[in-house]
């Protein structure tokens, strides 16, 4: 089952205080390719649709800090732990980015994060699977960050300033992400049996979550077309998972490696790939708080949540709600 817990997409825009008016405006606007920033005016499913799809964004970089993370310690050798330290503190770091922007929409970044911790919003399916291996971790920061910056470098095109902004900065930070994993995997493929025998085995293991990556077909997304209609989301979500075939089977292949699809090939004639479907029940599963690693995940947020509770009582002042309307 798809939805939000709080998003109806066929909410309606409220006649009585968003007149058809200011709506032509705002779409004429978009279609000229302005930016919108945050004091301009917006429809209420606008500002909604971004404080998902932000906050899910945020919430997926701090998670997913957590896979990788977890070999921070057993890097092999220490160029590779220094530059892993480095690629998980600029996921966080993307994180704090993405907060802001969703904040100037108007929701705080305590009640995002209280929503993430209780379950009630989503963040990227791929980050509730173990990084069982250190090849897993090659992997995720090859072919993930890869898929990421084919979502984001299209959406940093959108129309919502603060989000493109955020965008365009992750994407310097993902590209260096991407060199680091392809250089790791290329170490691992070409390297003894073992490591060829281990990076295969990520691969096959990850390949399955990274074709749920993109989100559900076309036919199924819930929320594409207002998305696309408000230039919010640039690509549909089979377009962002061709893309990425078309970019990535080459190399992945190159090394000699095998995805676990014997019906991948692309077609000449259309010029599309053909792939077998993922497991999307798999899938609804794993969004939806029910993959291997999710209690895992949230329990870790959870921790650091009750354990930071201190330091920003420390900053803010326990009396802060006193203080601030007066100063
Ligand atoms: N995982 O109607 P659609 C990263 C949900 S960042 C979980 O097609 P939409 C960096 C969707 O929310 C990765 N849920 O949705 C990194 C909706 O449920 P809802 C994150 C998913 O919004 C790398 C329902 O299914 N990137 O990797 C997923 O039009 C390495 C119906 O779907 C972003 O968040 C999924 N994969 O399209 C960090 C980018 N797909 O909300 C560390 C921004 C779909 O109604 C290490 N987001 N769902 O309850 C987007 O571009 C879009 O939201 C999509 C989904 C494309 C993800």
């Given at each position: 089952m798809y939805g939000n817990a709080y998003i109806d997409p066929n909410d309606k825009i409220d006649s009585q205080e968003e007149s058809q008016e200011k709506l032509d405006a705002f779409e004429a606007r978009i279609a000229a390719g302005d930016k919108i920033e945050p004091n301009d005016w917006m429809p209420d499913l606008y500002r909604k649709q971004l404080i998902r799809m932000i906050e899910q964004h945020a919430h997926s970089e701090i998670i997913g800090a957590l896979p990788e993370g977890t070999w921070i310690t057993r890097a092999p050798g220490f160029r590779r732990k220094l530059a892993l330290m480095a690629k998980v503190q600029d996921e966080v770091g993307h994180a704090q980015l993405l907060y802001s922007a969703a904040e100037t929409l108007g929701k705080?970044?305590?009640?995002?994060?209280?929503?993430?911790?209780?379950?009630?919003?989503?963040?990227?399916?791929?980050?509730n699977y173990p990084a069982l291996t250190w090849a897993d971790s090659a992997i995720i920061a090859w072919l993930i960050d890869a898929g990421a910056i084919v979502n984001q470098l299209a959406n940093s095109k959108g129309s919502y300033g603060p989000?493109?902004?955020a965008l365009e900065r992750i994407c310097y930070e993902e590209?260096?992400?991407?060199?680091?994993g392809h250089d790791n995997v290329v170490h691992l493929a070409t390297?003894?049996?073992?490591?060829?025998?281990?990076?295969?085995?990520?691969?096959?293991?990850?390949?399955?979550?990274?074709?749920?990556?993109?989100?559900?077909?076309?036919?199924?997304?819930?929320?594409?077309?207002?998305?696309?209609?408000?230039?919010?989301?640039?690509?549909?979500?089979?377009?962002?998972?061709?893309?990425y075939l078309d970019?990535?089977?080459?190399?992945?292949?190159?090394?000699?490696l095998v995805l676990p699809d014997p019906n991948l090939k692309k077609n000449q004639e259309s010029g599309l790939w053909e792939y077998t479907e993922p497991d999307w029940e798999e899938f609804k599963r794993v969004i939806n708080g029910d993959g291997p690693c999710n209690a895992e995940r949230l329990a870790v947020r959870r921790m650091a949540e009750e354990k930071g509770r201190w330091v920003r009582r420390a900053i803010l002042g326990e009396e802060a709600a006193y203080v601030i309307p007066f100063a």
């Open positions: 705080s970044r305590e009640a995002m994060i209280n929503d993430l911790i209780t379950g009630k919003s989503k963040y990227s399916n791929v980050f989000y493109c902004r590209s260096f992400h991407l060199k680091y390297g003894t049996a073992k490591q060829r025998q281990m990076v295969q085995e990520a691969l096959t293991r990850w390949w399955p979550p990274i074709m749920h990556f993109f989100g559900p077909s076309d036919k199924e997304s819930v929320h594409t077309e207002t998305l696309m209609k408000w230039k919010v989301k640039m690509m549909s979500n089979d377009a962002m998972r061709q893309q970019m990535y089977v080459p190399k992945i292949w190159d090394l000699g």
